[in-house]
T-cell receptor, first 110, second 110 residues
């Protein structure tokens, strides 16, 4: 079973920031938080990952709480092409396998 | 950069028929390789992973098997397909931390 809890769906207006929450209260000290997304009929795409510090790349930002029990993926300026299912996954870094849950279906609307 | 090839892209097979799906990778050597399945409306399920030639680990007992005859080749097989084998089959490789997914094969068992 997935070790994370995410809302089933969310809506976001085009051009606004999309903030996707994830709870992972049982995360272990050596486990990373990963975010992937899956656009319809395609394979999942890696977005970002982090251990305990906040991370930012060209796609998104990842904010991890100090106790590491939850995190938020931020898409700063959502576009229609960001409509996808977003998966939050907890895994043991370079040695761990990914266990996908049901994710959050993000709909970006004009 | 790495590339994953999967074929065929789509496949329709009758119940009881054999199956062979092939995945080949380019641009990397000795990768960890993975097979996932996504049934309609469901999340991704890890089926097999391999850390090297001839080394296969199974995550879910079923009528499927996997083989890795060459460093960059990963094959998913079945001797007799079931209706429940229908789904979207994805091959993935692990980079340093993240996994990179191929385009997938959509299998319909009739």
């Amino acid at each position: 079973d997935a070790k994370t809890t995410q809302p089933t769906s969310m809506d976001c207006a085009e051009g606004r920031a999309a903030n996707l929450p994830c709870n992972h209260s049982t995360i272990s000290g050596n486990e990373y938080v990963y975010w992937y997304r899956q656009i319809h009929s395609q394979g999942p795409q890696y977005i970002i990952h982090g251990l305990k510090n906040n991370e930012t790349n060209e796609m998104a930002s990842l904010i991890i709480t100090e106790d590491r029990k939850s995190s938020t993926l931020i898409l700063p300026h959502a576009t229609l092409r960001d409509t996808a299912v977003y998966y939050c996954i907890v895994s043991g870094g370079s040695q761990g396998n990914l266990i996908f849950g049901k994710g959050t279906k993000l709909s970006v609307k004009p | 950069s790495q590339t994953i090839h999967q074929w065929p892209a789509t496949l329709v097979q009758p119940v009881g028929s054999p199956l062979s799906l092939e995945c080949t990778v380019e641009g990397t050597s000795n990768p960890n390789l993975y097979w996932y399945r996504q049934a309609a409306g469901r999340g991704l399920q890890l089926l097999f992973y391999s850390v090297g030639i001839g080394q296969i680990s199974s995550e879910v007992p079923q009528n499927l098997s996997a083989s890795r005859p060459q460093d960059r080749q990963f094959i998913l097989s079945s001797k007799k397909l079931l209706l429940s084998d229908s789904g979207f089959y994805l091959c993935a490789l692990r980079l340093t931390y993240e996994q990179y997914f191929g385009p997938g094969t959509r299998l319909t068992v009739t």
